[in-house]
């Protein structure tokens, strides 16, 4: 299962909303869609697991939902350390695979 | 729970190569752990997958082959290693642990090690 990310990079300044799609190459059963943000120099962070549940500790600016092969994140207002990388994975029957990333960049 | 991996390694082309992941806090045959690779500004990519309490790994196509998943439950660490290093290695690998457990390998990481830089290099 190929993952497709859109957009590449998302130029936003903080307080703005973000979206960022994930987009499947067949469709998935949504438990086993999960996100990831990553930091320069950091290991990733599970946001994201079973397609909309937010991970231990992950403020509740951060949502997801999706369902067959389209799935969305949202960061409903951003904050100045929610500038990173984003990444969708397909957790399910292996192989599992990554999405390329979408960079949120300061505008 | 945690995961420490070893420290970064610089190697020729050619040379074989062990890095380990030492995971703590929860029991260690119980819970998958998967590899990942991260090229120098580039994304993720899913390695493969072991499973400690019988050591079934599983492989991504691409690393199939070109690499070996090991687990040690008597020290409680996984390891990848390398029979022969390409400069096309080189890159951070990451160690990541599922968050639930599961028979079949899927599912999210919850846990991730700092990683290990690997440079092969001539």
């Known amino acids: 299962i190929v993952l497709t990310q859109s957009p590449g990079t998302l130029s936003l300044s903080p307080g703005e909303r973000a979206t960022l799609s994930c987009t499947a190459s067949?469709?998935?059963?949504?438990?086993?869609l999960a996100w990831y943000q990553q930091k320069p120099g950091q290991a990733p962070r599970l946001l994201i697991y079973?397609?909309?549940r937010r991970a231990t500790d992950m403020p509740v600016r951060f949502s997801a939902s999706g369902s067959g092969t389209a799935y969305t994140l949202t960061i409903s207002s951003l904050e100045p350390e929610d500038f990173a990388v984003y990444y969708c994975?397909?957790?399910?029957?292996?192989?599992?695979?990554f999405g390329p990333g979408t960079k949120v960049e300061i505008k | 729970v945690q995961l420490a991996q070893s420290g970064g390694e610089v190697k020729q082309p050619g040379e074989s190569l062990n890095i380990s992941c030492k995971a703590s806090?929860?029991?260690?045959?119980?819970?998958?752990i998967a590899w990942v690779r991260q090229k120098p500004g580039k994304g993720l990519e899913w390695m493969g997958i072991?499973?400690?309490?019988?050591?079934?790994?599983r492989y991504s196509p691409s690393f199939q082959g070109r690499v070996t998943f090991s687990a040690d439950k008597s020290v409680t660490t996984a390891y990848l290693h390398w029979n022969g290093l390409q400069a096309s290695d080189t890159a951070m690998y990451y160690c990541?642990?599922?968050?639930?457990?599961?028979?079949?390998?899927?599912?999210?990481?919850?846990?991730w090690g700092l990683g290990t830089l690997i440079t092969v290099s001539s």
């Open positions: 994975h397909h957790c399910g029957s292996l192989p599992q695979t």
């Open positions: 067949q469709s998935i059963n949504s438990d086993y």
């Open positions: 079973g397609g909309s």
């Open positions: 806090g929860y029991k260690f045959a119980d819970y998958w």
């Open positions: 072991i499973y400690p309490g019988d050591s079934d790994a």
């Open positions: 990541a642990r599922l968050r639930i457990k599961n028979y079949a390998g899927s599912g999210s990481f919850a846990y």
